[in-house]
DNA sequence: GCAAGGTC
């Protein structure tokens, strides 16, 4: 070939900027002649250059991303024009968009007077398909062209010279599996959209809306996934069921400096058992040093950067969102300061040049220094960084690509930093606390890596074998929390580690749920699923379908990898994907009415029958109590358990769980006539016959106020639906405590104390049962009459300490619950009724038996001990408090404040 | 009016 005549060469880029750099950097900026094409944005380079010694004349211009759409032929475009379930089947066509024709006929007419065709288009699967397209169109017109592939992973001299020297042949497979990805994703997302629009958008009022005339209640192989992740912790966070767990803290301090020592177990969920062990700790209270650990630990640098990596660090180190990250590091890419940003490797092969990206960035005032010294061999500094497993086989991590004396905030390679970890183990009556301290040896990677901070810590030296006192010695008791809902980064990190979306893709999705009204996002970018967001998931998950969930994604994926690597064709792949996704579809319809009890327990039917104009029939029981600003609905759970739950949520997390033999409850517009304050309305219910007592009747009018004996007593035999919280259980459960305490507040009186089970007024004050059978006793105010409340005295002088307090707002009506028990002989309901753990606990030691009991102080018997012990065996009197209120006596996440 | 994936 070489020396022969001059051939015309088209050269085809993704997108005009790389067209231009290509371009730019073949021509090394000489004879370089730049002409219009029919799309305004997409020009033609013309230069001279060999390939191979082959003289060229070169064309080099651009597409803008897929040149192609797939879509439905003519007649089934319209929605109404077809059953949607003909969309599995009806025929498609690969077409040009109107948008895109001046490209083609661009393309159409270099390609005419060409003899080459070189594609430059990304190095993925998606480019590979476009290649195809760019094929498609030129071929067509010219039949002669020779086709030719360009691998290129960085726009630079050295990749882009060694990629036109060592052309290829497009690979067929890529390009394969993205037309079965487009083709799945077509039928898939065409029908079911259609389906759940059709069916629910005008059966229901969708307030959440706004203007619903143009409302589309999408389906996406992507975007309901990523619903999915958002429903998914919002229901994690709802049915957290708060759980009180103690803890023993010891500190010491040497005149050194305090240490703080915690305790091997953690938490314990038993009270009974935190006592009686804390108790052991207080009357043999020598600590004894049986270990001291000395040990060198490496914090390792991060792996090479990938897109998913640049998106989570650039949110979490400059807050900036994903999308706003791309949109900075696409502009990078096109400046020529770092590869191609959107890849999956993140591990560098054998050829790349670490040492000479790294000999680039010698002369940086910040990092330039060590960059010196990681090239200089007898540091002995240098080391290849580790990967992390993945490789797209297209791109490499992104990395700098040429040395700029800006602030840019990455290095690539880096030795780990060493620190030196103490680890100080005691013995307290045969428990075990540590503490532990960190030195820092050597910054190493993280003198550079700024944004990482791994902070040293210090605590005095101990002997093993040496004895002391402790200064402090606490039981505390804490409160589980739910996760949080899920913030931006978590959600990438969700959809990557399941493969929803790529990387260029994954905010659009996000973006999706927005824009279709499914899901919110607040000021600190954590997501919270609509109730149109919600009911669709649960009218799918009610189905028994996981529809939502990324699994049908991940299947595809994989099918789509085998596709790509030849293991599968397109053809089989796209028939048996179809044929499952359209018995899964026909099975949806014909189960409709999962999606219909769904939306009804969220919106209200269009054509509904109007109902008691004061309140969404159906939904609203009564004004929250908690937060006093939104009202309390009733509800079911995924698992079809009812509760009555705040719309106020997550912010008021008030929420009263139902009995779990439940089978149908539906709000009345019938009010409470005694409970107050008013409105309650109440419930019908419809027990599950075999799940009650046979004295019970299964058809009930039952009220949520605080007045029903029977829902109470069904509640206690029954259990609720509350699901259990996977987290912070599994130790003993011998304690009243781990009885049902799914209540943030007392269904009963309203309290915040004490849970149903427990709760004084309805054993003082219910209005239908003064007196149980078992004969305890019940307490009225001796002013009016009316019921009592037991709470929790919080002043500096009687913490902890219980008195009835007047339920009627105009009464002041007041007694210490000791001295009432005095006055009834000791045998009050409120004594044999509250925390009997604690009581048996606190029977050690003589003195008020007032629930939890007193604790040890000074002067109790303990003097043989100098040193002061904080009494923790009554109400939590750690210094954790409410962060809201800053009362002891709760956490922030029952605060009757939060939210004021 | 529908998907996801390119890109402007």
């Not at 990629?163 to 067929?172: D, E, F, M, T």
């Not at 580690?497 to 994954?506: C, F, N, P, S």
Request: hydrophobic fraction near 30%; glycine fraction near 8%; proline fraction near 4%.
């Amino acid at each position: 070939m070489a020396g022969g005549r001059p051939i015309t060469v088209l050269n085809v880029a993704e997108k005009p900027s790389v067209a231009k750099s290509v371009a730019t950097i073949l021509s090394r900026n000489q004879g370089l002649r730049v002409r219009e094409g029919r799309s305004r944005y997409n020009k033609i380079f013309e230069f001279n250059y060999a390939i191979r010694g082959q003289s060229c004349n070169m064309l080099v211009t651009s597409v803008t991303g897929h040149l192609m759409e797939l879509e439905f032929e003519e007649r089934y475009r319209k929605w109404h024009s077809c059953d949607p379930v003909e969309l599995f089947n009806a025929p498609v066509r690969k077409l040009v968009p109107e948008d895109k024709m001046d490209i083609k006929r661009t393309l159409e007419q270099e390609a005419r007077r060409c003899q080459w065709l070189v594609l430059w288009l990304d190095c993925d699967r998606e480019g590979e398909n476009i290649a195809f397209e760019v094929v498609e169109v030129c071929t067509t017109v010219n039949r002669h062209l020779n086709i030719k592939r360009a691998h290129f992973s960085a726009l630079i001299e050295r990749d882009i010279h060694e990629a036109v020297q060592n052309l290829v042949q497009p690979n067929k497979y890529f390009a394969d599996a993205v037309d079965a990805r487009q083709e799945i994703d077509l039928r898939i997302g065409a029908s079911f959209t259609r389906f759940q629009t059709m069916l629910l958008k005008d059966a229901f009022n969708i307030d959440s809306v706004g203007d619903d005339r143009n409302v589309v209640l999408s389906y996406g192989p992507c975007q309901f996934p990523t619903l999915g992740f958002v429903v998914e912790r919002y229901w994690e966070i709802q049915s957290h069921e708060p759980e009180e767990f103690w803890t023993i803290n010891c500190s010491h301090n040497s005149g050194d400096g305090i240490s703080t020592f915690s305790w091997t177990r953690g938490n314990l969920f038993d009270y009974t058992c935190a006592v009686v062990l804390y108790e052991m700790c207080v009357e043999e209270s020598t600590a004894t040093v049986v270990n001291v650990r000395r040990q060198e630990t490496l914090k390792y640098p991060p792996h090479p950067l990938n897109t998913i990596e640049l998106e989570k660090r650039a949110s979490r180190y400059f807050r900036m969102s994903s999308e706003h990250t791309m949109k900075v590091a696409e502009d990078l890419y096109q400046a020529g300061f770092i590869s191609y940003p959107r890849t999956e490797t993140d591990c560098f092969s054998q050829r790349t040049d670490l040492h000479g990206i790294v000999q680039e960035q010698q002369e940086h005032q910040i990092w330039g220094a060590y960059a010196q010294r990681l090239l200089d061999p007898g540091s002995g500094l240098w080391r290849n960084p580790s990967g992390g497993g993945h490789d797209d086989k297209a791109h490499p991590p992104i990395h700098p690509t040429k040395f700029s004396a800006g602030e840019r905030g990455w290095s690539q390679d880096h030795h780990p930093a060493v620190g030196a970890v103490t680890t100080v183990e005691i013995d307290i009556a045969g428990e075990l606390f540590s503490t532990s301290g960190r030195m820092i040896l050597a910054r190493n990677y993280l003198d550079v890596y700024r944004f990482e901070s791994w902070g040293g810590s210090t605590i005095p030296t101990y002997a093993s074998g040496q004895q002391f006192v402790p200064t402090t010695l606490t039981l505390d008791s804490g409160v589980t929390r739910p996760p949080p809902l899920l913030s931006e980064a978590d959600l990438l990190s969700c959809m990557d580690k399941e493969g929803i979306g790529t990387d260029a893709t994954m905010h659009d999705h996000i973006k999706k749920l927005l824009d279709r009204f499914y899901a919110t996002k607040d000021a600190n970018t954590r997501f919270t699923p609509t109730n149109l967001g919600e009911a669709l998931v649960m009218g799918y998950d009610d189905m028994g379908y996981k529809l939502w969930k990324p699994h049908l994604r991940a299947l595809m994926e994989h099918e789509m990898k085998a596709v790509s690597e030849g293991i599968k064709r397109k053809d089989e792949v796209l028939a048996t994907c179809l044929q499952q996704m359209k018995s899964c579809f026909l099975d949806a319809r014909f189960n409709k009415q999962k999606l219909f009890e769904a939306m009804e327990v969220f919106f209200e039917r269009s054509n509904g029958s109007g109902g008691d104009e004061n309140h969404a029939v159906g939904e609203v029981v009564q004004r929250c109590r908690l937060c006093q600003d939104s009202d309390m609905v009733l509800k079911r759970n995924r698992d079809g358990n009812y509760m009555v739950g705040c719309l106020g949520f997550p912010q008021c997390r008030n929420v009263v769980w139902l009995p779990g033999s439940i089978a149908e409850a539906a709000v009345t517009s019938n009010r409470c006539n005694s409970c107050t304050p008013g409105p309650v309305y109440l419930i019908q219910f419809k027990f599950r016959q075999l799940e009650i007592p046979p004295n019970y009747n299964p058809n009930h009018l039952g009220c949520i106020g605080g007045c029903d004996d029977i829902l109470r007593q069904l509640t206690e035999i029954c259990g609720t639906g509350s699901r259990i919280s996977a987290r912070g259980r599994g130790t003993s459960s011998s304690s009243v405590q781990r009885g049902n305490t799914a209540q943030s507040v007392c269904v009963f009186c309203q309290q915040l104390d004490h849970s149903s089970n427990d709760c004084p007024s309805q054993v003082v004050g219910s209005r239908s049962a003064r007196h149980r059978q078992t004969g305890e006793s019940s307490f009225s105010c001796s002013n009016c009459g009316t019921p009592c409340v037991l709470r929790t005295a919080n002043t500096t002088n009687n913490r902890g300490r219980k008195f009835y307090k007047c339920q009627s707002q105009e009464c002041n009506f007041f007694a210490w619950e000791d001295s009432v028990d005095s006055v009834n002989g000791g045998n009050s309901a409120a004594q044999s009724n509250i925390r009997s753990s604690a009581s048996a606990a606190s029977n050690t030691n003589p003195g008020r038996n007032t629930g939890r009991g007193r604790g040890w102080g000074q002067g109790q018997g303990q003097g043989q001990i100098a040193a002061t012990f904080v009494s923790a065996t009554g109400e939590p009197i750690s210094d954790r408090r409410c962060f809201v209120c800053g009362d002891p006596s709760h956490f922030a996440n029952v605060c009757p404040n939060r939210g004021a």
